[in-house]
């Protein structure tokens, strides 16, 4: 069986200068299933939810659609089997946008925001 790390936000200001990560729990073997679950621990809404491979220049679709992602609140993003390093960029309400590139997901199974 593999384990998976949880990647966490640290600190207030990330929401408004951008995702500062650090990890949690001891270092496990890689899988190759680069979906995670984006735990919004802000005090703000997310709006929009992008993520891509980091060899693509292109964020692509919102992720969320047409819902939002509300304080407290978590949403599951599925991305295809082996694309491990991702960019990932987050619009909160008021249109302020954090992005975090080359974050290999493979290797964790939580993002919290912020």
Do not use: H, K
């Amino acid at each position: 069986m593999t384990a998976r790390r949880a990647l966490f936000g640290l600190g207030a200001a990330a929401v408004a200068t951008a995702f500062a990560f650090g990890f949690a729990g001891a270092a496990q073997a890689q899988t190759t299933d680069p979906s995670f679950r984006l735990n919004n621990r802000s005090n703000t809404t997310i709006m929009e939810v992008y993520v891509s491979s980091s060899q693509n220049s292109n964020w692509g679709q919102d992720l969320l659609g047409t819902n939002v992602l509300a304080a407290g609140q978590t949403f599951i993003v599925r991305l295809p089997n082996g694309q491990c390093v991702n960019d990932i960029r987050i619009v909160v309400e008021g249109g302020q946008a954090t992005e975090r590139r080359n974050i290999n997901t493979c290797e964790l199974t939580d993002i919290n925001f912020p």
